[in-house]
């Protein structure tokens, strides 16, 4: 028990490192690189561990994934400028989920942050999965 809490330790320390190490040295490229090989690698060991250990084929895996991908990339890409004025969007404001940014052109955007924007989609795969899986 005591060689897990070690491997689960070292693997927490090395995820630190790596930010820390690619945020010092302003190499965005690399982080991006070892971001898409953390969330493939995600995907993968869930697909081990059903297939694997409970023997079964999952045929929507993919697609949930690919659903909270989605969700995400909306949420973070979307722009909120024009209805920045209503009572909900000033009030996501004004608690951090939504933050300004520019695009690729310098104009203004208001998009969600990407943490609750990860949230959010990680529960609307979830609520998907659960209303196809309740039938199935």
Known sequence: MRG??????????SVIIIQLVTHYTGSAYQLTQF???AYYSLLVIGLCMLIGYAGQ??????GFFAIGGYVSAFLTTFDLTSSSGKTFISLLSRIGILTAKQDLYGGD??????WPACILAVCMALLIAYLVGGPV
Do not use: E
């Open 109 to 114: 955007l208001l998009v969600f942050h990407p």
């Open 35 to 37: 971001t898409m090989t």
């Open 4 to 13: 897990n809490y070690l491997q689960m330790s070292a693997f927490a320390l």
């Open 57 to 62: 084929i999952s045929l929507g895996h993919a």
